[in-house]
């Protein structure tokens, strides 16, 4: 069982981390262990979606932050909102200090993004309704690039992570900008 993008920042929010930690998260998580609770590192003894030493689950244990198994994936996801100091500390994963994470973290924040955003009729998926959001026009706008960048991982594939799709992307998320502003100011 391999949890989504979007499944691992439902389980992050459920464990309290706020939804920016919680995609943050998700995509340390998507770097750590492809998003398999079951993952183990053969050279390490890291296993779950956090990727937990044996030796620091053990502590966190003791300590009273975690309980239950690693391969757990809210008791991990509680466990890593308490070592974290409640999403604000990352130096414990290794994929943050290298910024390998960093590869999954749009796409992450996308998935946030999109669970969140209203759609409207016949509109796509994960797209603000305009009409909803004419009283917030910074709020309208400021959600798009995420949305788009949504959208097409949707339809690019998950796997996209290239300048090609990034600048894409960008090109699409200015369009839909400036063609929601002249919808709400004309």
């Not at 391969?71 to 991990?76: E, G, I, R, T, W």
């Amino acid at each position: 069982m391999t949890l989504s993008l979007g499944q691992l920042v439902a389980l992050n929010e459920q464990a309290g981390f706020s939804p920016a930690a919680a995609a943050t998260g998700a995509a340390i998580e998507e770097a750590e262990s492809s998003g398999d609770p079951w993952a183990v590192n053969p050279s390490s003894g890291a296993t779950g979606l956090w990727q937990f030493l044996p030796s620091t689950w053990a502590g966190l244990v003791r300590q009273g932050l975690a309980s239950g198994s690693p391969q757990d994936p809210l008791a991990a996801s509680r466990a890593a909102y308490q070592l974290s100091g409640h999403g604000t500390d990352w130096h414990d994963w290794e994929t943050w200090l290298t910024g390998a994470f960093q590869r999954f973290l749009g796409p992450a924040q996308a998935a946030a993004t999109g669970a969140a955003l209203p759609a409207a009729a016949g509109a796509l998926p994960g797209l603000p309704n305009p009409a909803q959001a004419a009283g917030d026009v910074g709020s309208a706008i400021a959600g798009l690039p995420d949305a788009v960048s949504q959208q097409l991982s949707s339809l690019l594939g998950a796997g996209v992570h290239d300048i090609g799709a990034f600048a894409r992307n960008q090109a699409v998320a200015l369009v839909v900008a400036l063609v929601v502003a002249l919808v709400l100011f004309l």
